[in-house]
């Protein structure tokens, strides 16, 4: 595959060797060029002008020079923070940066359990090849008999961060913040100030928007320094989708979010590169200029350390510190202030379950002193479920892309295919029940676009999804045949809640507990109801006139244990959902937010957890109920408010 060609080039190439301001890579033409006394044919000149151009390339990809100090070697047992934030994800790099923004007297350590981001990672084409690597957690939830059924040993990949900037180094980029009413249902559940009146100026605040027209400058932020903008695909697939919509809803292409219909996103990506949290957040000048926010990579946290006594309110514990493995050396590090959790909506709560903070009976099992009785923590597991296995196929009108060309003119220009990914920014809103009066969707689509004999693109899918070789070979056979679309079915808001278990420590003796994820997928059968629903809104656009004249139509595949299904029938789909159905990567709510420790609640509306002082989780985990939406903006929103919430608290 030529793309992982070009990807092995850069993986030749280390971080260390890259600064944004200043680039002291060679001239290969000019060093080629001497060593031959000019005698180089024309030829010979634009193939060594595409290796520099790849060199100088380079220089444009933030490296570990653009990162803030690394403190990871040189910590030591004792070493005092005012914060300390555990994970520099999509929230952890934000409440760092803002911490750090609000005081300069302020010390905060940014503790993150991977390394720095790799210039692939950086390249928003390469999104799907990041998965699975160093990168990645690489979690697999519990097989299960009611989905994921298709893919190896029955289970589906749950791919999470573990960078500098987190799952936001690997997601698609797809900048999408929820629907209004996700957040006034938050405060109407007791949250204060978590309605979308409320957290709108935390998405404004973020938002460095790169606007196209009046419309954009209405709607977003443009001073902050998360970088979004909008971008085109080159794809015919794009105009018609567009045309599509014209057809079934009497209206174009969208640009707001709120309401039902097909929607260009924004994407995090600028100037043809990805604008990770850690890129956006975590390389401003200015954490080079007052140097009081620290980070430690390669360095994961074991525990977080309390204090029964001193500056405690009797009988409450009071965090004091973490516990820290920093490649293999165990060093606990001192908060003056506050600790906060920003792991993800997996590794949040495993830390608190390891720190001795769950239900007392799990904490008992495990053996580990009980710090406080919060049951909820690990509980409310909600993820978007989304199917991989809906795939229209139908004439090829694009021409077949050259991926050598396309590698060129990214390095060179920024632009083409590798700047961005492909159609999957287009996402359409939809009501499952045409009759029922909804204030908002409960179904959205997402395109993935697989062109005719791309093998290696199926290679890759099925590498990423983790499907069987089975199912893999059956996408084999029919891209030899025909151009297909993945049209991924995505459920809002499921009615099968999940949940973390964690049935042991681990044999290292080093203070971890295994984690078992219990996803719940399709257990409950009104999510099935709804994704059948959306099979029938599918089957209005492939009906399209527009869709029908590219001579689409459902594409017959080998489905695993549904050859007894009448094809395209709802028999048939309920079999496929089973099969193909997985993750769109969106976990959230297994440290709930709210007020009642009985009802499952973990953190209060301030983000404090619930019989602990100075500790505070603030991540995707605190949603109480999914968005209705990609995840990633949200969690973003999280990270700014709650960091404004502890500047208000320490600085009144």
């Known amino acids: 595959m030529e793309v992982e060609r070009f990807s ?8 260390e060797q890259s600064t944004m301001s200043t680039c002291n890579a060679p001239s290969l033409f000019s060093d080629t060029c001497n060593s031959v006394a000019g005698n180089v044919g024309t030829s010979a000149q634009l193939f060594i002008l595409l290796l520099n151009t790849i060199v100088n390339a380079k220089c444009s990809f933030i490296g570990k020079n653009d990162f803030p100090t690394n403190v990871a070697e040189t910590l030591q047992d004792g070493d005092e923070f005012d914060f300390i934030v555990l994970g520099a994800g999509s929230a952890g790099s934000a409440v760092a940066s803002r911490l750090a923004e609000a005081n300069p007297q302020w010390k905060v350590l940014l503790v993150e359990a991977g390394s720095y981001p790799s210039i692939d990672s950086q390249i928003p084409g390469f999104f799907a ?3 699975g690597g160093d990168h990645d957690w690489q979690y697999k939830p519990r097989p299960s008999k009611e989905a994921c059924l298709g893919f190896k040993d029955g289970q589906c990949r749950w791919p999470r961060g573990k960078v500098l900037g987190g799952t936001s180094v690997l997601n698609a ?3 999408v913040r929820g629907h209004a009413a996700d957040y006034d249902g938050w405060e109407a559940a007791g949250n204060k100030n978590w309605s979308h ?22 709607k977003h932020g443009f001073e902050g320094p998360l970088t979004t903008s909008r971008y085109h695909s080159d794809s015919d697939l794009r105009d018609v989708l567009i045309h599509a919509s014209q057809e079934l809803e009497n209206k174009g292409l969208g640009r707001d979010e709120h309401g039902y219909g097909l929607y260009e996103a924004p994407s995090t990506i600028v100037d043809g590169r990805r604008c990770s949290t850690g890129k956006a957040y975590l390389t401003r000048e200015e954490h080079k200029n007052t140097k009081n926010l620290v980070i430690a990579t390669d360095t994961e946290a074991i525990k977080l350390l309390f204090n029964m006594e001193s500056n405690s309110v009797q009988g409450i514990p ?13 060093v606990n590090v001192k908060s003056k202030t506050e600790v906060v959790v920003s792991g993800g909506a997996l590794n949040s709560p495993k830390l608190l379950i390891q720190s001795g903070i769950g239900d007392k009976n799990t904490i008992q099992s495990l053996g580990i002193p009980l710090t406080a009785h919060v049951p909820g923590v ?6 978007h479920l989304c199917s991989f296995g809906v795939i229209v196929e139908m004439d090829e009108r694009n021409p077949k892309i050259d991926p050598i060309d396309e590698m060129y003119k990214y390095l060179k220009r920024n632009d083409g295919n590798f700047a961005g990914i492909g159609i999957t920014n287009m996402v359409w809103f939809i009501n499952s029940d045409q009759n029922a009066k909804k204030t908002q969707p409960d179904l959205q689509l997402h395109f993935w676009e697989f062109p005719k004999g791309e093998h290696a693109n199926v290679d890759l899918v099925g590498h990423v999804l983790g499907l069987n070789d089975r199912s893999t070979q059956s996408l084999h056979e029919l891209i030899d045949r025909k151009r297909f679309m993945i049209i991924l079915i995505t459920l809002l808001y ?7 278990e964690f049935p042991s420590k681990t044999t290292a003796n080093d203070g971890l507990v295994n984690m078992d994820i219990i996803h719940q997928y399709l257990t409950d059968e009104e999510d099935m109801n709804v994704m059948i629903k959306g099979i029938d809104f599918v089957r209005r656009i492939v009906e399209t006139k527009e869709f029908k004249k590219v001579n689409a139509s459902f594409a017959k595949f080998d489905t ?6 009448e094809h395209a029938s709802n028999d048939y789909w309920k079999c496929n959902f089973r099969n193909f159905a997985s993750t769109l990567y969106h976990p959230v709510g297994t440290c709930s937010m709210g007020s009642d420790v009985n009802q499952g609640a973990v953190v209060d509306d301030e983000l404090r957890v619930h019989g602990v002082q100075g500790l505070r989780v603030m991540d995707a985990s605190v949603m109480p109920k999914i968005v209705g939406g990609n995840t990633n903006a949200p969690a973003i929103m999280i990270g700014e408010k709650g960091a404004d919430m502890i500047r208000i608290a320490h600085m009144a």
């Not at 092995?8 to 971080?15: A, D, E, K, L, V």
């Open 173 to 175: 980029m797809i900048y």
């Open 560 to 565: 695993v244990n549904c050859e007894d299904k």
């Open 378 to 383: 690990g509980k409310n597991l909600q993820d």
């Open 8 to 15: 092995s080039i850069f993986g030749q190439y280390t971080p």
């Open 318 to 330: 009071r965090v004091t510190g973490v516990t820290l493995n920093v490649a293999g050396k165990i």
């Open 129 to 131: 090849m990041i998965q």
């Open 494 to 500: 499921p009615k099968s809640i999940g949940r973390l």
């Open 197 to 218: 009146d409320k957290v709108l100026p935390y998405f404004l605040r973020a938002e460095g928007h790169v606007a196209k027209d009046k419309q954009d400058e209405q």
